[in-house]
Every structure is written in C-alpha cells, then in structure tokens.
C-alpha cells in the first residue's frame, strides 16, 4: 500500500529566503507526483504535476524535482514572500485501481 | 482554471438529519473522489469513483454513501448526521490513467452539526 510522507510538518522562514519542501513515497511504481497548495478553509489548488518518465517541473518561482526510483520529490520555492504562507500537500497517483494518495502536507508560514 | 462545484460551501444542521453533499465536474472526468478534512489536519480519503456506476470505499471508516449514476455529478450522503461528522468535505476529480493525470479539487462543504 502507497505511503506518503511530508518533512517537515511546519517550516517558519523569513521573506525572501529560498527553501525545500519534503516529500517521500514508499511504492516507485507511480503514474505522477503532484505539489498542492491549500489556504486555510479552502480547497486545493494545484502548483506542478510530474509525470513519471519527468525529473522536474518549474512553474514562476516553483520547482519541483522527482526521482522515482529513491521515492522523494521536492518542492523548491524561490525568494519566498508572505503570500506563499499555506499548507503544501504532495500526493501521488500509481495507476488503475488506485485512488490519488496525500501526504499530511507541510505548514509554511513566510514571516515579513 | 478548473470546473469542479461543491454545494453548499457551508451547512449547519442538526443531529440525526439526513443530507446531500453536492459535487460536479464539467471537465468529462472519469475518476471522483470524497476527502475529509479537519481544520489544520490531513485529508483522509472516504469514497471514490472510476466512472458511471463505479464507487469504492475509502480509508475512513464510511458512515455515508455515494452514487455515480452520471459522469458529471458524483452526490455525497449521511443519512443521519451526527457532531462527529463536523469537518470539511472536499471533491475531487481527474480524467482515467494517462501519466499527465492531474487532479482538481472543489471548494469544499464546511459542515457543522449541532
């Protein structure tokens, strides 16, 4: 069965700082890996999708990298701002059969 | 930008009424999925969906049901509403197996019951 796990669980950084979010899969047999992002109350709304034959998807000041055959994907987001402040889900798709499996996501919150 | 409703977005009701979480899709989606979520917690996957006649149980222990009788349109149901199912409730949706399959979420249901 598909784990997914975020590290860390909550990242508190100062404006304009680049950092990395965390995201490990115990099954490389995925379709894709996607990076969500949810507001307090809200719903999610999608940052990057990577198929699996891809190593990486950039999208402004997002990017994210995955090696399958380790399990981990990354997200890395440039020059941070406040209104980057928001919870930070991966989830993956393995294929027929399988429904679209989250991890616990990673609180960030960008300081002024 | 993606076409996926939820109605309502909020919903206070009391203990042991009966109701219907709205969800639709116009992209042609064939698979659907039901998420519930507590404020700052996981989501936790409850029902699913592969297509017209398709549902499938999920992770949390299902006190309510589903149906998927059109494509488009994929209804969640309690059919006694209870305080502990206080939380949000998310839809999702994404066309069938192809590796750029991308899944889009609703709004959410808030839904608080008293």
């Known amino acids: 069965k598909q784990e997914v796990t975020q590290i860390p669980a909550a990242l508190s950084v100062p404006e304009g700082e680049n950092l990395v979010l965390n995201c490990s899969f115990t099954?490389?047999?995925?379709?894709?890996l996607q990076w969500f992002r949810q507001d307090p109350g809200k719903g999610l709304t999608s940052l990057l999708l990577?198929?699996?034959?891809?190593r990486e998807q950039t999208s402004g000041r997002l990017n994210a990298s995955l090696d399958k055959s380790s399990g981990r994907s990354t997200l890395y987001i440039a020059a941070s701002q406040p209104g980057d402040s928001a919870t930070y889900l991966c989830?993956?798709?393995?294929?027929?059969?399988?429904?679209?499996?989250f991890g616990k996501g990673t609180r960030l919150s960008v300081i002024a | 930008e993606a076409d996926i409703y939820q109605t309502p977005r909020y919903l206070v009701i009391g203990t042991g009424k009966k109701i219907t979480l709205e969800c639709s899709q116009t992209?042609?989606?064939?698979?659907m999925y039901w998420y519930q979520q507590d404020p700052g917690m996981e989501l936790h996957l409850i029902h699913y969906?592969?297509?017209?006649?398709?549902?499938e149980k999920g992770d949390l222990s299902s006190e309510s049901t589903v149906s998927r009788i059109r494509t488009e349109h994929f209804p969640l149901t309690l059919e006694s509403a209870r305080p502990s199912h206080t939380s949000q409730y998310l839809c999702?949706?994404?066309?069938?197996?192809?590796?750029?399959?991308?899944?889009?979420f609703g709004q959410g249901t808030r839904l608080t019951v008293v």
């Open positions: 999702a949706s994404s066309p069938l197996d192809r590796p750029n399959t991308e899944a889009f």
């Open positions: 099954d490389s047999a995925i379709y894709n």
């Open positions: 990577i198929q699996s034959s891809q």
């Open positions: 989830a993956v798709y393995s294929g027929t059969g399988t429904p679209l499996v």
């Open positions: 992209m042609g989606h064939d698979k």
């Open positions: 969906s592969y297509g017209v006649n398709s549902t």
